[in-house]
């Protein structure tokens, strides 16, 4: 199963590491991942580390020059929120700096060497760009929250900006570039923001994922997202090699965020190496402060942040153990509690998603948690992906609480369209008001009511509500959802009776299609009527290698009789790649 989401973390299954983005799905534990090759670098030695220094806010000048006397390098520093970056390659460091006065916390980031890229990054490449003949059609995700619906009434305003905090953006995306600000991205991978001119680009295909979902373009092209109106930055705080974010990178991302005035930002990962990071641990304790301030930097400049849950089908209401961390070096099983907390997730003033599969179900792998989920969205689960951009201007599909986050975030971005003038927690409180209300399934893990509980926290949020329309009321519905085979150069078709609809079939007479299909450039779709009228639907291009067929057809059959027998006809015009009608409706 295809999953991307939560931590370093960007899949299904365990929210561990870095993801295989391809698939989705994440890797073993980090000693099976490759290497970053050892380089040379001015100030890096074999055994470096990187350790967050937490003093008061303000000056942070005299515990700066601490790090120097106790044998560390201030690598970055934020004032603001009085955290300086430190790296050192003494392993007495931390203890040595707890002992200086002023020093509030010390805790190292990661288990495992900073690399030496640190000090000399490497710009990450510009993808070839391939064009697309793909256009834009119903997605089930974006109908699922009414998205579809909205962008009648606003597609959301060019002056909300949203971050994507990631594995970075591809900028030259055509379903992208649109909407992309150049000016206001950034790495933040090691710490310290590197602007240089495309520094923000993806070293996977998650972030690019994600930010199509929030904002691809409404151009014709491939996809829509749920705020194609909208402006979005990338804020790579991914590392390259192994697509991992540590504290001091999602800590720079915060603080970019507030400073260059984000209005919402992404977060579909969680701070490596600690799947949870536990209080009683002074690492740990450091890391979770660290973030929290900056954080709440962040939402004190106005930036509301929406994060992943993650993917391991775990009760973050309920913790009791971690046998994924640290997930940078040699994994360890460990008893934790609720003290122990998911960043940013889990922190204060961060929107809480859940993943939710086509319907009103909880996916398979979504984490869960009484008064710990804030919101439900569509992330994908079986044989329903979330289809979005990638690299190099190409589409596809991942599952995951990565994916149902920037739907919410997305969302957020409408709301703050609608509204310039609201708060963060204003905009917080409206996701929940506004989503719909899902109650709990026949499963004993599920608590609470129907307005609230572990699966769904206050339901699946609704796009069309955060632009201030209404849902319409639906037309008659029919739908055959028995399996046709469609064999190579054969024509079939699947029949659907309409009854108790008097007149004619409308003018735009809503034709929904799902054909399952190794080789879609085989085949020719039509609609056929009642008396035997032919509606071509799609003839598609003889070289599009993609699979399947899943899009939303409008047809003006007003000269038609409404009841009687429709004909979905697939026509295969080719060897070698075969497939079935899975599924197909007609909405009068």
């Known amino acids: 199963m295809p999953v991307a989401a939560a931590g370093a973390a960007l899949a299904l299954a365990t929210p561990a590491g870095a993801a295989d983005v391809d698939t989705g799905l994440p890797p073993g534990p980090a000693a099976a991942r490759a290497a970053v090759p050892a380089q040379t670098a001015a100030g890096w030695a074999a055994g470096t580390r990187s350790y967050l220094v937490i003093t008061a806010a303000g000056d942070t000048s005299a515990v700066r020059n601490a790090v120097a006397a106790k044998g560390g390098s201030v690598f970055a520093h934020y004032d603001a929120i009085g955290v300086v970056v430190a790296h050192s390659s003494s392993a007495g460091f931390a203890t040595a700096m707890r002992s200086v006065a002023g020093v509030q916390k010390v805790g190292a980031t990661r288990t495992s060497d900073v690399p030496a890229d640190a000090y000399s990054p490497t710009l990450p490449s510009a993808p070839g760009q391939s064009p ?7 997605r089930w995700d974006m109908t699922r929250i009414n998205a579809d619906k909205a962008w009648a009434v606003s597609t959301g305003s060019s002056s909300v900006k949203v971050g994507v905090l990631d594995t970075g953006v591809d900028d030259r995306h055509q379903d992208i570039a649109p909407n992309f600000d150049a000016s206001n991205s950034v790495s933040c991978a090691y710490g310290k923001a590197d602007a240089r001119a495309g520094a923000w680009r993806d070293v996977g295909t998650h972030g690019t994922h994600v930010a199509g979902t929030i904002a691809a373009a409404k151009n014709g092209k491939g996809v829509v997202g749920v705020a194609p109106g ?6 790579r705080i991914a590392e390259p090699g192994t697509s991992m974010f540590f504290a001091e990178n999602t800590i720079c991302g915060f603080m970019w965020a507030g400073d260059r005035g984000f209005d919402v930002t992404n977060n579909s990962y969680y701070t490596d190496p600690w799947m949870f990071n536990c209080p009683d641990d002074p690492d740990q304790a450091a890391i979770i402060e660290g973030v929290r301030r900056a954080q709440e930097y962040a939402e004190g400049k106005g930036s509301l942040q929406v994060a992943a849950a993650g993917n391991s089908n775990y009760d973050l209401a309920n913790k009791r153990t971690d046998s994924s961390s640290p997930n940078d070096s040699t994994p360890v099983n460990r008893t934790i509690t609720n003290a122990c907390v998911d960043i940013p997730t889990e922190l204060p003033g961060v929107v809480t998603v859940g993943a939710m599969g086509n319907g009103n179900i909880k996916a398979s792998y979504s984490n869960f948690g009484r008064d710990v989920i804030d919101v439900g969205a569509p992330g994908g689960d079986g044989a329903y992906g979330v289809y979005s951009t990638l690299p190099g201007g190409k589409y596809g599909n991942m599952n995951g609480t990565s ?16 509204d310039p003038a609201a708060t963060p927690a204003e905009l917080r409180a409206r996701l929940g008001s506004q989503a719909t209300d899902t109650a709990c399934p026949s499963d004993s893990r599920c608590t609470g009511t129907t307005a609230k509980n572990a699966f769904f926290g206050e339901g699946q949020v609704d796009a069309l509500k955060a632009v201030g329309g209404t849902t319409p009321q639906p037309g008659r519905y029919f739908e055959n959802a028995t399996d046709v085979a469609v064999a ?4 079939v078709e ?24 190794t ?6 779709l039509s609609l056929v009527a009642p008396d035997g009228s032919v509606y071509p639907l799609e003839d598609f291009a003889d070289g599009d290698s993609g699979d399947d067929v899943v899009k939303s057809y409008t047809v003006d059959a007003s000269s038609e ?15 070698q790649d075969t497939g079935r009608i899975d599924t197909w409706n007609l909405t009068f």
């Open 132 to 138: 697309t003949s793909l256009t834009e059609t119903a």
């Open 230 to 235: 909208v402006t979005i930055a990338s804020v």
């Open 403 to 418: 994916m149902a986050s920037p739907h919410v975030a997305g969302v957020a971005a409408l709301l703050k369209s609608a």
């Open 488 to 491: 190579d150069n054969a024509t």
């Open 494 to 517: 699947s029949p659907i009776t309409v009854t108790g609809v008097p007149g004619n079939a409308p003018a735009a007479l809503k034709v929904g299609v799902d054909v399952k299909h």
């Open 519 to 524: 080789y879609r450039g085989d085949l020719v």
């Open 561 to 575: 009789t409404a009841s009687g027998t429709w004909k979905l006809r697939v026509r295969d015009i080719a060897a």
